[in-house]
Structure formats: C-alpha cells, structure tokens
Nanobody
C-alpha cells in the first residue's frame, strides 16, 4: 500500500505565496512522475504541474511563471511553490505519483492520489 500525504494548503491573500508538500510512503519501489492537480467543484480535475524522476517539468499555461514544482527523490517528496496567487487558484489541490511495478518480466505503472489540500485565495 502507498500513501501520499499533502500539507501546506491554507488561506492567503491575492498576490501571496504558499508551498505545498506531498510525501509518499509505504510500498514504494520506483517513483516515476509526480505531480499536482486541482479540481474545482463541478469541474474536471486538471493538471497543474508534473515532474519526472529526472527533473523534467511541465506546467499548465495558467500557472507558468508563478508556480514551481520540485522534488526530493531521497525523501519521495514533491513540492509546489505557488507565488502570485490569484482568486481563481482557489480550489483543492491533489498530489499524484506514478510508480513503476515489476513482477518477473512484467512491468506496469500505478497511479496514487493524495487526499487533497484546500488552497483559498482571498481577493
């Protein structure tokens, strides 16, 4: 079993900053990509930022230049530094981890999600 525990959400004024953290624990063999997603009520979950084990990053256009994703592979932890927060960034943020599994000659990937952390930006 794998657990992803997020922290760092909260209430901040527009223009402010928050840093989200997500630590993976449990039966971890190999983590490939990690990322942050968000989902507003009544909307589909959307990708915010992802980072591979090698450090390659990808961002949603709406957060480019404001958010920075990073990870500490030794700690199985991914971070999201959010600067210049806007009211439209208000929602629940979820951590995701893609893990590689192998049994004999068979390999596959599994995705895990955190419980979500609420970010509220007041205007």
């Amino acid at each position: 079993q794998v657990q992803l525990v997020e922290s760092g959400g909260g209430l901040v004024q527009a223009g402010g900053s928050l840093r989200l953290s997500c630590a993976a624990s449990g039966s971890i063999f190999s983590i490939n990509a990690m990322g942050w997603y968000r989902q507003a009520p009544g909307k589909q979950r959307e990708m915010v930022a992802t980072i591979t084990s090698g450090g390659s990053t990808n961002y949603a256009d709406s957060v480019k230049g404001r958010f920075t994703i990073s990870r500490d592979n030794a700690k199985n932890t991914v971070y999201l530094q959010m600067n210049g927060l806007k009211a439209e960034d208000t929602t629940v943020y979820y951590c995701n981890a893609e893990m590689n599994r192998r049994y004999g000659s068979t390999s596959w990937s599994e995705h895990y999600w955190g419980q979500g952390t609420l970010v509220t930006v007041s205007s």
